[in-house]
Structure formats: structure tokens, C-alpha cells
């Protein structure tokens, strides 16, 4: 059973751009921060960008000035905007619900998407 299902994913040119989307169940969304994570061919899951309940935001430096994650409570739904994508973007994207703990700490998320493939080519 999906609870988080990301979407928006495909194939775009450097310097394009994305719009992810992350939609879940009222009552897995509500009240809860949410994150996107990212895991390229190879690499470990890493952290991209967070968003409190209050739509306080964090983003990793390799995307700050890109990337925007923002979230809509009368869908149920978080996004994340990509800008000026790069070849190094390249991964499947994955959408998280933060339970407890640290943000980076991927145990702190107890819900996962199946995630969404991004791939830029240059």
C-alpha cells in the first residue's frame, strides 16, 4: 500500500527544469515535516530539502538557488520546483514523512515514495 506517491519525474536538458510533486493521504501529511531525498546510480540516499508544518524550508547547498520545496495543505501535496538542472541531478527522487529525529537521519522518516527518476543530460 503507497501512502506518499512522488510524480513529475522524466527527461530534461541541462539547464532545464522539473516540478516533483509528492501527495499523500490528510492524515499522514497533516502535521508532519516532510523532506525530499535523492539517491543517483551508486550513491547513498542523501538529503535534498525540508519542509516544516509551518512551511519553514532548508535546502543542501548543491541546490540552493535551484531548488525550492514548498508544500499546499488543502491538497495534501508537497513539491519541489527544479531549476537550471545539471547532469549531476541525475537520480531517483524520493519524497519522506519526518517522524523524529534529525532531518538528515533517514531513520527519522517513517513513510517513503516509490520515488520519481530524474535524469539531466548535458
Known amino acids: 500500500q503507497e501512502h506518499l506517491v512522488e510524480s513529475g519525474g522524466g527527461l530534461v536538458q541541462a539547464g532545464g527544469s522539473l516540478r516533483l510533486a509528492c501527495a499523500a493521504p490528510e492524515n499522514i501529511f497533516k502535521n508532519y515535516a516532510m523532506a525530499w531525498f535523492r539517491q543517483a546510480p551508486g550513491k547513498e540516499r542523501e538529503f535534498v530539502a525540508w519542509i516544516t508544518l509551518m512551511s519553514t524550508t532548508s535546502c543542501e547547498d548543491f541546490v540552493k538557488g535551484r531548488f525550492t520545496v514548498s508544500r499546499d495543505s488543502t491538497k495534501n501535496t508537497m513539491y519541489l520546483q527544479m531549476n537550471n538542472l545539471k547532469p549531476e541531478d541525475t537520480a531517483v527522487y524520493y519524497c519522506?514523512?519526518?517522524?523524529?529525529?534529525?532531518?538528515?537521519?533517514?531513520?527519522?522518516?517513517?513513510?517513503w515514495g516509490q520515488g520519481t527518476q530524474v535524469t539531466v543530460s548535458s
Open positions: 519522506a514523512r519526518h517522524y523524529r529525529g534529525g532531518a538528515y537521519d533517514l531513520s527519522s522518516y517513517d513513510y
